[in-house]
């Protein structure tokens, strides 16, 4: 995306995401139990929400007059979908031509379907990382939409990663396990050309500049010599005109100013891939390609990777660990005969993944029913997933993995007030979700 | 987090040891036992002889008898109304839709391991089903997910009003498609070259019989006219019916052909049931239903309609399709549908008492009362709270399979009396 544009969809953004109506309401939320991030929790306290935001978190608040009171057994933080496509045009979700240029927020549709986005909320579902292209080679830019009540679409974060998929099908072919390998190569062949767009850009804007430096010189020096010249040139106008011979202006020999490199949008994202501006989001399977992935994104030590579906990720667990990759699992119950990416799919994988210390997210799978998000990381849990880790793998892993960890995800003051309250632990499933809180507003 | 350190203490203690071999009878006590017909009992104890529940309630232990100690929840073994577990393909008849002499009995080998699968997922018994691709599937059978027992050999006559059962028009793409989309679906696999085997079956289905759905009832009627065999078996009451049938028009077809001939037993499928009127169609065909799986992503609907029926008195189980789905599809089909509005003992029921109903099977499975069958399921937790954890699976008293990760290892004595010798015990 090139600067001005950026500038422009950051307005665009700015103008959907404005303050909504109805967060100038001050809440209280009061708790047995507030569940205020991974490893943190405050009994019998309360939470202080003004302007859409936490203001503060803490057992020793006392209640301002006029705020709105909302009790609960447990609170926790809005869960976020790190694998959704909740708000997107299906087409555009299954977008098979995508490429890295390819923006999700181009293929939003302001919920065509409002259930899907008032069961996902009713589900404590308040923001989504969606994806367009989720199934192609290069899914372009994915995007933090928040899961407004409102018939808008707010999005967080625009540019939240780019994302891949090495498949084992495609266009109803079988890929063999060369070709899933050629998949991988064939992305960090993307990666580097990315790398390089980058340095060139950066060259030529060092060049561009030393040229300007140059030409600037040269400027002054004919301007402060500009009387002597003129002098020097009317002079020799003269003596030319005498002798009947024909007058030659004096040519400067000017630099050559470097060339701008051809803009290729896609490489601009690959390049803001490669130098870790932007995490990117490999859906991979099995145990070769997965193998080849680590192995040809080993080299750029700046690529922030997150590996998705990961159904056999447990045979490269000591190196994503090593190399601090999350992973996000989609722990829905499938059998032997799903399509070939999940058949060997085990419900364990998150729990097994969290022991052997790699980063676990959980995510609803790439649909649009984020709205099971709760059932599924329950579900990890009965398979042995840490009850904590599984809820910080539905709110604050996944925040900080696509970079609004600073907005959304816990309960700490500053924060966005996206909140929920439970009448029992939010991961038993039979625990009813009182209220949803997003951005400061009660959903009713 | 209480109920995983509460399974830490699951364990063996009592003084005499604990081993199946040398003294059959045990008991277990656990901090809250559902008995399966909707009763919980806390602080209870359940005593198991030679595989068999002799006594259950709250209560003293026996300082004579070895004592499983649990400190979460004991369940009845779940039952899944409908599988297609370990059939390897015998499901399905390709040249012809009706074979009233199929017998899924004859399909099941208990070392499959889909049936080894729904036992880790607290799933003792289900009822095999042919595929619903045929008109008239053949004879169910309910067996047990291990020790391969057979509770019955001709449990259902399975019959499919659904549009899968009709010839390729219809059938190829389930009854979910148009008549062009299959037309399209059928050229492009003629013009695959690796689509040889594919074409053949085409070809056999194309000559099948029924082809419409008219044709269908006709062909049902004929054989329910002048019940003979199977038929007449299942026109006298004496052998339950299974109807498959998805759509709405299916479902208010079958139902009112089960009225019309009396039938008795269950509807399997009915996804989109929930509509009030379907409901009171079926309550009014006295048949229970089989629901599910439910999918991530399932529609709403489909899932209120489980509570739809119970409010009627309708009996529904959940449907395991295995392998399609894992069997934690059943365990999540439930939380769904509670999640829907069901009332918690009704979904319960659906997994255990209602389903041993439809299945045929309540005189010996379906809860844990005394004389009945001692399948059960340690849970650390609620069964039907998704999060709870299994810590171990009985069946016939036996234990076939403990939790072996994490924090719990089963006991050497455990162990000891773990693994289930094969019987078939045929009825």
Known sequence: MSASSLIAFALWVAGQTGEPAGAQESLWIQADRILVRPGLELRNAAILVERGKIVRVGTDLEKPAGARELRGTVACAGFVDPWSSLGLDPAGANELGATAATRTTDGLNPWWIPEERDEALRAGVTTARIQVGGSAVVGGLGAVIRVDPSSRIGVVLPDACLAATTAIQRAGRDLDVFDRIEEADRLAGLIERGRRYREETVEYRHDLEEWDKTIAEKQKELEENFKKAKKNREKAQAEAQEKGKEFKEEKYKEDKKPKRPKLDPEAEVLARAAEGEIPLVVEAHRVPELRALLEVTAPFDRLRLLVAGATEALEVADLLAERSIPVIVWPAPLGAEASGEWNAHSLELAGELDRAGVEVLIGSGGGPHSRELRWIAALAVSHGLDREAALGAITLGPARAFDVGERVGSLESGKDADVLLFDGDPLETHSRLLQVVTQGRVVE | MSFVLGALVTGVLGSAPFTQESNPA??????????????????????VERGKVSRIGRGEIDPHLPLVEHAGVLAPGFVACQTESGEEGEGYEPTRSILPEARLVHAFHPDHSDFAAAARAGITTVVLAPSGNDLVGGLTAVVKTAGGVILEREGHLALSFGGSALSQTVGRSFGFGTADEDAQASASSDSDPRGGPEDTEDARRGSRQPTSYSGALRELRERFAKPQGVYSRAARGELPVLLEAWDRHEVMRAAEFARDHRLIGALRGAPLAGDPDVADSLAKSGLGVVVGPYAIGQRRRSLESVGMFQARGVPVAFALASPEYAPEGLRLSAALALSAGAKREDVLRALTTDAAKIAGVSDRLGSLERGKDADFVLWSGDPLDLSSRIESVWIDGKRVHARTDGMHRPTREEDAGGAHPREARHR
């Open chain 2, 26 to 47: 045990y008991q277990v006590r656990a901090k809250m036992i559902l008995v399966g017909d909707g009763t919980q009992i806390e602080d209870g104890v359940m005593v």
